[in-house]
């Protein structure tokens, strides 16, 4: 099952510690990752970006945490991001 896959995989790195970042740090790492995408290259659906940008205009993001784990620097808090 491949959503279940992709479910079990986003869950497995989500797995942050620490306090909960600044609203405005994570509305930050946001645009940051929206402005990536839309660079191209990624292969995500345009939808994707429309949500993800619709998201910040509202006014709505998840809680991402302090701390991650160790290797990539924002795997945990992409993760947390959904």
């Keep these: 099952d491949e959503t279940g896959h ?7 790195h989500a797995g ?3 306090a909960v970042l600044p609203v405005r740090q994570i ?8 402005n990536q ?6 292969g995500i659906q ?3 970006v429309i949500a ?12 991402v945490n302090e701390y991650g784990g160790l ?3 924002d795997l945990t808090a992409l993760a947390q991001t959904g």
């Design 71 to 73: 290797g990539t620097g």
């Design 27 to 34: 509305r930050a790492m946001l645009a940051v990752r929206a």
């Design 46 to 48: 345009p939808a994707f």
């Design 6 to 12: 992709g479910l079990r995989l986003l869950r497995s």
């Design 37 to 42: 995408l839309l660079a191209g290259g990624s």
């Design 52 to 63: 993800l940008t619709e998201a910040l205009r509202l006014g709505v993001h998840p809680a």
């Design 16 to 18: 942050g510690a620490g």
